[in-house]
């Protein structure tokens, strides 16, 4: 009879060991590798061709430059609460790699996956008024969307978000869960994650409540969004379940521990060695994370963009950008926008018999944006 615990060697009855399985923290490394190879594939052409912001649709300090301004003050206050954490927790421990600090890692990667859901062709439109570059869409193998890396990414609001603030979020639900325990003992694993996407659920909220109305992103033509008024439309489904599951996954990681107070990443692989261990844990995490940010946060949302309905002609051109022909924004490679009579999808390579732009078209991936 052999005694097995995932990831701990197995005993024979004459205390042999005769061998390791594997469990979450093993399996999960494995599947992040692919997707950290094409990352590292797709950053560094990215780089290499030279990142660039883009300014060209801007019109000013108006109301929506402020509204993006005043995101990103709140996110580097954010930011900064969570980096001293961080510090004294690093203290407290004696050692650099906590969980904590490998969460924050692992959420800095996330920036090139922030346009997934453009993937085949325009849907999630963000404003040119934040910090911005020019997406890594374009760099990613098999991409459809051949103006994918046109759109302006708001960098520096969502790479603060996903390395600091999720974490931020993560330990804000800590003593909310706890006190969830405490008023319904017998509550199980499954109802607590229901909680937490609940909760990721409502921070979602702040999209449809906060960044659509202040003109700060938008869906222009997402099918059966709801109304919000002046045009613009939120996908209440897929997008705040997705987000609700985003949420949950990461930070289900943290927050459940067993007896030892390991989460589910540090379990089964007392046979490690301390370094071995902590490189194990990271992979996870980032397969854990990739797998969450590419699964239920952007494969969801693509069908979407397949049925759109028209764009409103009142979108603004700091929204636009020049991906499509849609407002005052017109001659662009890419043609009409989708949803649009005579749409037609392009795909790699077919942009490059179209007529040269004029001012108001998109910039191709590497020209340098022009200056308001």
Same mark, same amino acid.
């Given at each position: ?265 540090? &379990? ?75 749409? &037609? ?28």
């Amino acid at each position: 009879m052999n005694l097995t615990l995932k990831g701990e060697a197995a005993l024979n009855e004459r205390g042999t060991l005769v061998g390791r399985s594997w469990s979450w923290p093993q399996w999960l490394a494995v599947a992040g590798t692919p997707f950290l190879v094409i990352e590292i594939y797709a950053v560094s052409a990215w780089l290499w061709d030279g990142p660039h912001q883009i300014t060209q649709y801007r019109d000013g300090h108006n109301s929506p430059w402020f509204a993006a301004k005043m995101m990103e003050i709140v996110i580097t206050i954010i930011s900064i609460a969570v980096i001293v954490h961080l510090i004294r927790d690093i203290r407290r421990k004696r050692r650099f790699f906590t969980f904590d600090v490998m969460f924050c890692l692992v959420g800095a990667t996330i920036f090139w996956a922030n346009e997934g859901c453009n993937w085949f062709v325009p849907l999630w439109q963000p404003s040119s008024y934040f910090i911005n570059l020019n997406s890594v869409m374009a760099y990613i193998p098999l991409v459809v969307n051949p103006e994918a890396g046109i759109v302006p990414d708001p960098f520096y609001f969502l790479f603060a978000m996903e390395t600091f603030a999720v974490l931020g979020a993560a330990m804000l639900m800590e003593p909310i869960m706890q006190a969830v325990k405490r008023r319904w003992p017998r509550i199980s694993i499954a109802q607590q994650f229901g909680i937490l996407a609940l909760f990721g659920m409502i921070f979602a909220s702040f999209e449809s409540l906060v960044a659509i109305p202040l003109n700060l992103w938008d869906w222009p033509g997402v099918p059966h969004g709801v109304p919000m008024g002046h045009g613009y439309r939120y996908p209440l489904f897929p997008e705040l379940f997705a987000f609700g599951l985003f949420f949950a996954i990461p930070v289900s990681l943290r927050y459940f521990r067993d007896d030892k107070g390991r989460n589910v990443l540090e &379990r089964g692989m007392d046979h490690y060695s301390p370094r071995q261990r902590t490189a194990v844990t990271l992979l996870a995490c980032y397969g854990a994370v990739q797998l969450a940010t590419w699964g239920p946060a952007t494969v969801t949302l693509w069908p979407l963009g397949w049925f759109q309905d028209e764009w409103r002609e009142t979108l603004p051109a700091h929204i636009n950008n020049g991906v499509c022909d849609k407002g005052v924004v017109q001659n662009t490679r890419y043609g009409p926008c989708p949803g649009d009579p005579g749409f &037609r999808a392009p795909f790699p390579g077919s942009l490059r018999s179209t007529p040269e732009r004029s001012e108001a078209s998109p910039m191709r991936r590497g020209e340098t944006a022009a200056l308001p």
